[in-house]
């Protein structure tokens, strides 16, 4: 009997993670090809509307002036800009940063850190503008990011929430896979986007109607996942990805702060699925399909991992199950070397995947349990990522000076 239940729990187990990583992909592509995809339009806004860039910083003096030039040199009329900032309890001179050389950029001082949702919350009730788009610091936008954000709104009528595309560049002496694994998720997301069934945005890049924001819950860890979804909520209109909208960042350098960071994550999800379960019913159709495959399943990933190594385990007298077993012990073997394998050219980067998948489980799994016991929290540390040129230099524009920026502040 027992046998019998190893072999069940191994088997569904691996065909879960099968689902997951391998086959909700290919069910997309195959949803792609036989669902009518999201009406678009060729129309164009008449003027440009008003937008306000939002921005929660915690501890950013060493980047936000050179993220404010960035705003500033967007190809969006300066009348109709408005760039609101809000520090969180920085201790590192963010605010003075700011003021010291933007003075008519505003930027308000929460003394007390409480969390980005907190911020992000009070900086919306400050501002007036038609539309707002939503940033961070460690984000270089493309000189049209703004104006293709905006045109979304015009070219998918049916969209509440215009996301756009994140590229992610790696350093030279960078060990992290996000780059990777973001490629992959890109993917993902772009196809849900096809079929109208996206569910969340990079925090990074997103946009959407004054009128349609929610208040986030105060205790909100994945902003850019429940802010689309109770807009989808409240509004029944779709989430899209826009393409043409364009921003990039620097991966962290090391895995292990890419872990902090997706423990977040996996604590964000879990609070999120309290607030938008009714989602998951079988009414809402592809969103549904989407949220149970691209994040319920994949929170419940490294519980699977350890089900199909330990019933393995359980099973390695059967000639047939020493075959399976080896496969993964030769897996996270690779994984754990992948810091003495990394020179290998082709066994080097796989070692590297295999270790940021297991790493990216590993994180979703502590950040589920910190959930579960009530340990996650709203606040966040700045992630370190490598030292990268100015905007301009990486994207290829001419560089714009301190004086030449301040003539085209917008007012606060």
Same mark, same amino acid.
């Given at each position: 009997? +027992?046998?019998?239940?190893?072999?069940?729990?191994?088997?569904?187990?691996?065909?879960?993670?099968?689902?997951?990583?391998?086959?909700?992909?290919?069910?997309? =592509?195959?949803?792609?090809?036989?669902?009518?995809?999201?009406?678009?339009?060729?129309?164009?806004?008449?003027?440009?509307?008003?937008?306000?860039?939002?921005?929660?910083?915690?501890?950013?003096?060493?980047?936000?002036?050179?993220?404010?030039?960035?705003?500033?040199?967007?190809?969006?009329?300066?009348?109709?800009?408005?760039?609101?900032?809000?520090?969180?309890?920085?201790?590192?001179?963010?605010?003075?940063?700011?003021?010291?050389?933007?003075?008519?950029?505003?930027?308000?001082?929460?003394?007390?850190?409480?969390?980005?949702?907190?911020?992000?919350?009070?900086?919306?009730?400050?501002?007036?503008?038609?539309?707002?788009?939503?940033?961070?610091?460690?984000?270089?936008?493309?000189?049209?990011?703004?104006?293709?954000?905006?045109?979304?709104?015009?070219?998918?009528?049916?969209?509440?929430?215009?996301?756009?595309?994140?590229?992610?560049?790696?350093?030279?002496?960078?060990?992290?896979?996000?780059?990777?694994?973001?490629?992959?998720?890109?993917?993902?997301?772009?196809?849900?986007?096809?079929?109208?069934?996206?569910?969340?945005?990079?925090?990074?890049?997103?946009?959407?109607?004054?009128?349609?924001?929610?208040? +986030?819950?105060?205790?909100?860890?994945?902003?850019?996942?429940?802010?689309?979804?109770?807009?989808?909520?409240?509004?029944?209109?779709?989430?899209?990805?826009?393409?043409?909208?364009?921003?990039?960042?620097?991966?962290?350098?090391?895995?292990?702060?890419?872990?902090?960071?997706?423990?977040?994550?996996?604590?964000?999800?879990?609070?999120?699925?309290?607030?938008?379960?009714?989602?998951?019913?079988?009414?809402?159709?592809?969103?549904?399909?989407?949220?149970?495959?691209?994040?319920? +399943?994949?929170?419940?990933?490294?519980?699977?991992?350890?089900?199909?190594?330990?019933?393995?385990?359980?099973?390695?007298?059967?000639?047939?199950?020493?075959?399976?077993?080896?496969?993964?012990?030769?897996?996270?073997?690779?994984?754990?070397?992948?810091? =003495?394998?990394?020179?290998?050219?082709?066994?080097?980067?796989?070692?590297?995947?295999?270790?940021?998948?297991?790493?990216?489980?590993?994180?979703?799994?502590?950040?589920?349990?910190?959930?579960?016991?009530?340990?996650?929290?709203?606040?966040?540390?700045?992630?370190?990522?490598?030292?990268?040129?100015?905007?301009?230099?990486? +994207?290829?524009?001419?560089?714009?000076?301190?004086?030449?920026?301040?003539?085209?502040?917008?007012?606060?």
């Amino acid at each position: 009997m +027992l046998e019998l239940f190893a072999q069940a729990v191994l088997w569904i187990s691996a065909g879960l993670l099968f689902y997951i990583y391998c086959g909700y992909p290919v069910l997309l =592509w195959i949803l792609r090809k036989i669902t009518r995809p999201v009406k678009t339009s060729s129309a164009l806004p008449a003027r440009w509307p008003t937008v306000t860039v939002i921005i929660s910083a915690y501890n950013e003096a060493t980047v936000i002036q050179e993220r404010i030039r960035n705003l500033l040199d967007q190809d969006y009329p300066k009348d109709c800009l408005q760039i609101l900032i809000g520090s969180d309890g920085s201790t590192d001179g963010t605010y003075e940063a700011i003021t010291r050389r933007f003075p008519k950029v505003r930027c308000i001082p929460f003394r007390r850190r409480r969390g980005k949702a907190s911020v992000l919350n009070d900086l919306v009730q400050e501002s007036s503008s038609d539309y707002l788009v939503f940033t961070d610091a460690a984000t270089v936008f493309y000189p049209d990011t703004i104006k293709q954000l905006i045109r979304g709104f015009w070219e998918y009528p049916t969209a509440a929430v215009i996301g756009g595309r994140l590229d992610i560049q790696s350093s030279d002496t960078a060990r992290n896979q996000d780059g990777v694994y973001w490629r992959y998720e890109m993917f993902l997301k772009s196809i849900e986007s096809e079929i109208g069934a996206a569910l969340g945005v990079s925090g990074a890049i997103y946009a959407v109607r004054r009128a349609d924001y929610q208040p +986030l819950p105060e205790k909100t860890m994945a902003d850019d996942l429940l802010e689309p979804l109770l807009i989808r909520l409240r509004t029944g209109c779709d989430v899209l990805l826009h393409h043409t909208a364009r921003a990039f960042q620097v991966t962290p350098a090391r895995v292990t702060d890419e872990f902090h960071r997706r423990v977040r994550t996996g604590a964000g999800i879990l609070h999120v699925l309290v607030h938008t379960r009714h989602l998951l019913l079988p009414r809402q159709g592809l969103v549904a399909l989407a949220y149970w495959s691209h994040k319920v +399943l994949r929170l419940s990933g490294p519980w699977l991992l350890a089900g199909a190594f330990f019933a393995n385990l359980w099973l390695i007298q059967l000639p047939v199950f020493q075959a399976l077993f080896a496969a993964q012990a030769a897996f996270y073997a690779l994984a754990l070397g992948a810091g =003495w394998l990394r020179w290998l050219p082709a066994v080097g980067k796989v070692a590297r995947i295999a270790r940021y998948f297991l790493v990216l489980n590993a994180a979703l799994a502590v950040g589920s349990v910190k959930f579960l016991v009530g340990a996650a929290r709203p606040t966040w540390d700045r992630t370190l990522r490598p030292a990268y040129p100015a905007a301009g230099v990486l +994207l290829g524009v001419p560089e714009t000076t301190h004086e030449h920026a301040q003539e085209h502040r917008p007012a606060a």
